[in-house]
């Protein structure tokens, strides 16, 4: 099929209804105002309602591969674009807690009711007196929400949810995105959407439209392009719903973040369970099979081993450069964070090519990313002789920025054809660091610790 790419800046494409506190995420509302993006908005809208091909559109952490989640003609085609195994639970997301609500409560089945959307809404009853959301969460919902957090929930029986969403779990998990561009369409569709990372399965997530259509391009139709993800990583998944209560998934929101939370204080480390050895279905998305990997080698140093070492060890490089059948035109990547020189102690050239790439993509948005990559010619560590290429990205200092350039980086330096990525790693006990370790973990092929 003809993937097409829309380009939409994020502007005056909605808000919430006034209230206070927790209410004040009661009610998302498209705004009136006709444009040229909410046209768009309203095209994607009516696919996602009538066809079974997903949709990809941005949110603040990564791209987002989107279908109807209350259709099961459409979540298998999240399956099949992705080419994702099933056993692989997706996150559902929601424009405002009237839909999530909605979703918490069975699907009547005394009057015939059935899966599926309506006249933009979801089909089934209401519950207008008992709120179904856990007290646990609703903290969390007040601080994080919309925001970079998926929750854990009960599906109810019978759900309104198909089954492929939860993949045999007897849970959900649910967020609100920043993005109004998300939140709009989520609107719009009149149902939440099954949305995981919108990359072929076990590739690095995207963060910008044009990383979608490097994996998807001729799978699905329609890319929405809103510019570069602001976070880089996707969400911190926690399961309130266990004593203690636990994160399946590191990601946007930090553990330290949610500890000051009224209930959360105690909240534990969940994501390496023995589902993530694959002996059982995973809890989460990302829990079990391997995930945001390049084509090339990757070798992860962690960030001790990192800070002591300063450098790519001489034994790696040589064991990497012995496991080559030819020893010519070899293309290195390093990728650098805190502590490491440019060539990161490789022996080289002088870095006669330097070039900042941008991968942002809508000429509408004020906000880029981009990654300051510099090329040389790479020498054998004894001989002195040409061996290849050297391709030398840093990406920061701070897990901020550490975490908004990873997936581009490791993108570029496929791009470029690297055989071998050597990464210095970050610490993984702050700010949103372990997301970051926690995903280069999954795309090692080695890691130094």
Request: glycine share 8%; with cysteine.
């Amino acid at each position: 099929m003809h993937t097409r790419v829309l380009k939409i800046p994020e502007r005056d494409l909605g808000k919430f209804k006034e209230n206070e506190g927790y209410e004040k995420l009661k009610s998302w509302e498209v705004s009136q105002t006709q444009s040229s993006s909410l046209e768009i908005l309203h095209e994607a809208a009516e696919y996602l309602r009538t066809k079974d091909t997903p949709v990809a559109f941005p949110t603040e952490t990564v791209y987002g591969l989107g279908a109807d989640a209350t259709r099961s003609c459409a979540v298998r085609g999240i399956y099949t674009a992705k080419r994702r195994p099933a056993d692989n639970p997706l996150i559902i997301h929601i424009s405002d807690l009237d839909m999530l609500r909605n979703v918490l409560v069975p699907v009547n089945t005394t009057n015939g009711t059935t899966n599926g959307t309506a006249n933009g809404t979801i089909k089934g009853t209401t519950d207008t007196v008992h709120d179904r959301i856990p007290e646990i969460y609703k903290p969390l919902i007040e601080r994080f929400w919309p925001g970079p957090l998926t929750i854990l929930l009960p599906n109810p029986t019978p759900s309104k949810l198909a089954p492929e969403v939860t993949a045999g779990l007897k849970t959900f998990g649910v967020r609100m995105p920043k993005s109004p561009l998300a939140l709009s369409l989520i609107k719009l569709t009149g149902a939440p959407l099954a949305a995981p990372s919108a990359n072929a399965s076990t590739k690095p997530s995207p963060t910008t439209a044009e990383h979608v259509l490097e994996d998807l391009d001729g799978r699905i139709e329609l890319i929405l392009d809103g510019g570069s993800c602001h976070v880089g990583v996707e969400s911190t998944v926690v399961d309130g719903l266990c004593d203690p209560p636990l994160i399946l998934r590191p990601g946007g929101v930090s553990i330290d973040e949610l500890r000051s939370c009224a209930g959360w204080e105690k909240i534990e480390k969940g994501y390496k369970d023995q589902s993530e050895l694959g002996k059982a279905a995973p809890r989460a998305p990302g829990m079990k099979y391997k995930h945001y990997s390049p084509k090339a080698k990757v070798v992860l140093y962690e960030a001790t081993f990192a800070a002591a070492k300063d450098g790519v060890q001489a034994e790696d490089f040589e064991a990497f450069v012995q496991d080559r059948q030819s020893q010519q035109d070899l293309r290195v990547g390093i990728i650098r964070t805190r502590y490491w020189k440019p060539a990161a102690g490789l022996r080289c050239g002088d870095f006669e090519k330097r070039e900042t790439v941008k991968t942002e993509t809508t000429q509408e948005s004020q906000d880029t990313s981009e990654l300051d990559v510099q090329e040389t010619a790479l020498y054998d560590t004894t001989s002195g002789a040409s061996i290849g290429k050297l391709m030398d990205i840093s990406i920061g200092a701070d897990t901020r920025s550490i975490a908004q350039g990873l997936f581009s980086a490791l993108r570029e330096l496929d791009r470029r054809g690297a055989d071998i990525i050597f990464v210095e790693g970050t610490v993984d006990d702050e700010d949103i660091g372990a997301a970051v370790m926690n995903r280069l973990r999954k795309a090692a092929t080695r890691i130094r610790s």
